[in-house]
Structures are given as C-alpha cells and as structure tokens.
Nanobody, 127 residues
Framework: VQLQASGGGLVQAGGSLRLSCAASGRTFSRYDMAWFRQAPGKEREFVAVIRSGRGGGRSYYRDSVKGRFTISRDNANNAVTLLMNSLKPEDTAVYYC???????????????????WGQGTLVTVSS
C-alpha cells in the first residue's frame, strides 16, 4: 500500500488541524492505520492508531493527546484522518501515517512494526 499524508500547517496554540492520509490499493480495510510524529532531535513517537475491522476497529492514543485528537477511517475512500484540537506547541512535529496488517496489540505503538509509511506532513504550533 502507498500512503500520502496531507493537511499540515502553521496554527496557533489552541487551534485545530485535520490531517489526512490517502492510501492506494484495494485492501485498505485490512490494515491497521496509525499516525506517528517526529519532532526535531527526537525519536519518532506513536500518536494514534485505528485498527482494521479484523482487529476490532478500535482506536488508541498516546496519553498526551487523549481527549484532543481523534483518529477515524473511511474504508470506502481508502482514507484515515487525524483531527487535532486544542493544539499545543509541544505537538509541533512532522506527522507520518503508517499502515500494516496483522499487528498484535503489543506492536501497535511501535514504529518498527509498520512496513508502510507516508512522506510526512509538518505541523507547527506557535505559542
């Protein structure tokens, strides 16, 4: 599967952004879809994941974004979205969408578990 992320930009603290990830291929619904982010000088970190139907369709978030970010998927249009509200300067990073099949629970937040990655989109939150 090929992934194309979009929607990043510059926003003031407290604002909102919607990131989108478009996927190619006819088996999109089988993939667990995730967002990761990487700030300058830091390692890539998990943000959110939404499981495939086989995986139960549930979503999971890192603690620092719970209640502010929402991940959703549209299997009919091969897309996953990350709605980010109440943005903070510490959310500034390049955001990547990622996909893989048959992930086990313990791997969902591990970037190394994902084989497919989008190119990244920059989110900058000013204070």
């Amino acid at each position: 599967v090929q992934l194309q992320a979009s929607g990043g930009g510059l926003v003031q603290a407290g604002g909102s952004l919607r990131l989108s990830c478009a996927a190619s291929g006819r088996t999109f619904s089988r993939y667990d879809m995730a967002w990761f982010r990487q700030a300058p000088g830091k390692e890539r970190e998990f943000v959110a994941v939404i499981r495939s139907g086989r995986g139960g369709g549930r979503s999971y978030y890192r603690d620092s974004v719970k209640g502010r970010f929402t991940i959703s998927r549209d299997n009919a249009n091969n897309a996953v979205t990350l709605l980010m509200n109440s943005l903070k300067p510490e959310d500034t990073a390049v955001y990547y969408c990622a996909a893989d099949e048959h992930l086990i629970m313990s791997s969902l937040q591990n970037a190394r578990a994902y084989d497919y990655w989008g190119q990244g989109t920059l989110v900058t939150v000013s204070s």
